[in-house]
């Protein structure tokens, strides 16, 4: 179990694996009984608490602008004589890649088109209408910038400050450590760890299988490729040896190397559909978009004086901040490593200002290119929508363009490396927490826990996809964000207590 100076933490690595093993296993012999438990919790969530999903995720963009321009801003992570990791674009590349990129992808053409076929009631727009369109767009930002990348910059910004300024260990628990100080008793740490653990395994298993079904749905557009059980498997299989190998690789290597092509694919394909979309209406309901969100911001980051109904932001906007919260703690621990040697109004710019402001332009291009192409064709790609799911809408409007066979194909590598970026980072901080010795000087876990959690995470996906238990697993996500609302809420609060009680050991 050692590798050099590091074994497995046996009190956080075989109870989650325990706990992960028992729930399959009730999804698999009893799947209708285990989803409706499911959606009773998670109901009762939305009803009780709902609101303090949006008052938590909005109170973070608050907090980090105190922080940001506090003394605090230009403490260097690490010490005056740290050096840095990475330089500053393999940072940003890994930031961006690792976090909402999937998602950005996967929804970006296919969530529009939802707000703009059916907005709110309480909103009193026409559906298909211009002012849908707008609202259509400014959600988009609402969901995909400046918010959710503010949670997981909350978490790891403190978690890089008590990681490397104050040598606190490589677990969840060093979160909390600027305003609880230390945490001596190893059972609270270790139900810290298992839960974020479980939340987490259980979502990357989900968002597994939906990119397996998103690059089945490209392979059988593009290259005429069926749907099948044994493709599914070659896929799955693919993903997964990929994102293993990487991660066994290490942070300097595979993951850089990844997050680095990646973010250039990023910007190649968002360049290519501006140009060949309608460019101008991009322009047009991008700006309008952009207007009506900072308009309203308060009011729908805080529900008050919002025309927004509860069922619709329960379905939508606290869903979303409610998986944003789920990953958040194992996040801070992957995006936290990575800032040592920079100060913090750095990591602020890099975790926050500009990967929001880039999934920005990103949403205004291929959102609005959505909304365009269902425009022009009277309702025909939310039809895709229905009847063929929202894998395939990126696709569509792709194969709508020039070239569009040749940017298509571009698109599914991206979603392949999107996915394996992200995963292999995550796989990387997990198996970190799951050891013993992790420290900046020896940060890599032992290959062999790598190689474990890489496989359960595939034979998860596996197995939800084969009993289409894929929906309850998400809702575990989901339910998973519910204890970690309260954790990252905490770990604000002891960036607060830093700026106005202690600094930070410099």
Request: glycine share 8%; hydrophobic share 55%.
């Amino acid at each position: 179990m050692k590798d050099g100076n590091l074994k497995v933490n046996i009190w956080v690595f075989f109870p989650t694996i325990l706990f992960l093993l028992v729930t399959v296993s009730y999804s698999l012999f009893n799947n209708e009984a285990f989803l409706q438990l499911v959606n009773a919790i998670n109901d009762w969530i939305l009803s009780k608490f709902g609101w303090l999903f949006t008052w938590a995720a909005f109170s973070f963009i608050i907090i980090l602008a105190i922080v940001y321009f506090s003394p605090i801003g230009k403490v260097k992570i690490g010490g005056a004589q740290a050096m840095p990791l990475v330089n500053k674009w393999k940072w940003f590349s890994i930031a961006l890649c690792t976090t909402i990129a999937t998602g950005i992808l996967f929804w970006g053409c296919a969530e529009p088109l939802y707000h703009l076929n059916a907005p709110p009631a309480g909103l009193g727009v026409e559906s298909n209408s211009a002012e849908a369109a707008t609202f259509s767009m400014s959600t988009m930002f609402m969901h995909w910038s400046f918010t959710p990348y503010a949670i997981y910059t909350v978490s790891g910004l403190s978690f890089a400050l008590s990681y490397y300024n104050y040598n606190r260990p490589f677990r969840i628990s060093t979160l909390l450590y600027p305003l609880f100080g230390k945490m001596e008793k190893e059972g609270g740490r270790a139900i810290l760890d298992i839960l974020c653990l479980y939340a987490l395994v259980a979502g990357m298993a989900a968002s597994l299988g939906a990119g397996i079904f998103a690059l089945m749905g490209g392979l059988e557009i593009i290259f005429g490729v069926n749907k099948s059980n044994f493709m599914i498997g070659i896929i799955c299989f693919a993903i997964v040896g990929t994102f293993i190998t990487s991660a066994v690789s290490g942070l300097k290597k595979g993951i850089a190397i990844l997050s680095k092509w990646n973010a250039i694919a990023f910007f190649v394909l968002a360049f290519l559909v501006f140009i060949l979309s309608d460019t101008t209406y991009i322009l047009k309901v991008g700006a309008s978009g952009m207007v009506d969100y900072v308009q309203h911001f308060l009011s729908r980051s805080t529900n008050i004086g919002s025309s927004l109904d509860k069922t619709w932001l329960d379905s939508w906007t606290v869903f979303y901040f409610a998986n944003w919260f789920a990953w958040a703690p194992i996040a801070s621990l992957f995006l936290g490593r990575l800032s040592v040697g920079y100060r913090v109004r750095d990591f602020i710019h890099f975790n926050l200002l500009f990967p929001a402001l880039f999934s920005c332009v990103w949403m205004a291009i291929f959102s609005g290119s959505a909304i365009a192409n269902d425009f022009a064709n009277q309702g025909a790609l939310y039809d895709v929508l229905q009847a063929q799911g929202e894998e395939n809408v990126l696709y569509t409007i792709l194969q709508s363009l020039k070239f569009g066979s040749a940017i298509s194909i571009l698109a599914l590598v991206m979603i392949f490396v999107s996915y394996v970026t992200a995963a292999d980072s995550t796989v990387s901080a997990m198996s970190a927490m799951s050891s013993i010795g992790v420290s900046p000087d020896n940060p890599e876990a032992p290959i062999w826990i790598k190689i474990v959690w890489g496989s359960i995470i595939g034979v998860i996906a596996a197995v939800m996809i084969s009993s289409a238990g894929i929906d309850g697993i998400r809702l575990l996500c989901v339910l998973g964000g519910f204890p970690a609302l309260f954790i990252i809420l905490m770990v604000g609060i002891g960036l607060l207590k830093m700026v106005f009680e202690e600094g930070v050991r410099r």
